[in-house]
């Protein structure tokens, strides 16, 4: 099989993480998955400011050790998952046969800082797993072929059933 693409660690700011989730409408006691969570800052973000349940997918062991020591040094470690794996796993897709609660089909937002070649992969998968009314949140990349719900420079927000 031909190798599944990448990219490398580049953090969102916790400010521009405000905005994306903000623009997402992510509200209180909702469902947030970040697919290549790095260090965790939009989830830390998705917890403390919008009182998300968060949970981070990410393949890199140092950048998932660093997220969860900063989750635990701030006390989220209830409110917070960071596993570690990779986004296209079967295991986080219940349509691939995954089960269990980190599966993306729970996700109310899912936040996506990736690449277009990534994008590629994860579309099919994100139309078939996400829920009416779930929303993809995207930094720097738009998603191709699906219909902007909302929009800032460099942030792009999506909804299953109004776009996709
Ligand atoms: C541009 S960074 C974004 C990090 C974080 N989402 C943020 O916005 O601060 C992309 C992350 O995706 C991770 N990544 C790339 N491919 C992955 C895969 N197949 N599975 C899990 N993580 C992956 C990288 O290790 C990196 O940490």
């Avoid at 990219?7 to 405000?18: F, L, M, N, Q």
């Avoid at 469902?31 to 800052?41: E, H, M, S, T």
């Avoid at 040094?73 to 295991?91: C, K, M, S, T, Y």
């Avoid at 992969?121 to 949140?137: I, N, T, Y």
Wanted: glycine share 10%; charged share 30%; aromatic share 10%.
């Amino acid at each position: 099989m031909a190798e599944l693409p990448t990219v490398p660690y580049h953090p969102t700011p916790h400010d521009k993480a405000k905005e994306l989730l903000s623009l997402a409408e992510l509200s209180e006691g909702e469902v947030l998955f970040d697919l290549g969570c790095g260090k965790g800052n939009i989830l830390i973000v998705g917890a403390e400011e919008f009182g998300a349940r968060c949970v981070g997918i990410e393949k890199d062991a140092e950048l998932v050790k660093e997220a969860r020591e900063e989750v635990k040094r701030r006390g989220l470690e209830g409110q917070v998952e960071i596993i570690h794996g990779d986004i296209f796993a079967p295991e986080f897709w219940a349509h691939l046969g995954g089960e269990g609660k980190a599966v993306v089909r729970n996700a109310d937002v899912v936040a996506i800082y990736l690449n277009f070649e990534m994008h590629e992969v994860l579309r099919p998968m994100l139309e078939k797993e996400l829920r009416e009314g779930a929303r993809v949140a995207s930094f720097e990349f738009f998603v191709r072929g699906w219909k902007i719900y909302r929009e800032k420079p460099m942030m792009f927000v999506f909804k299953k059933g109004d776009g996709f």
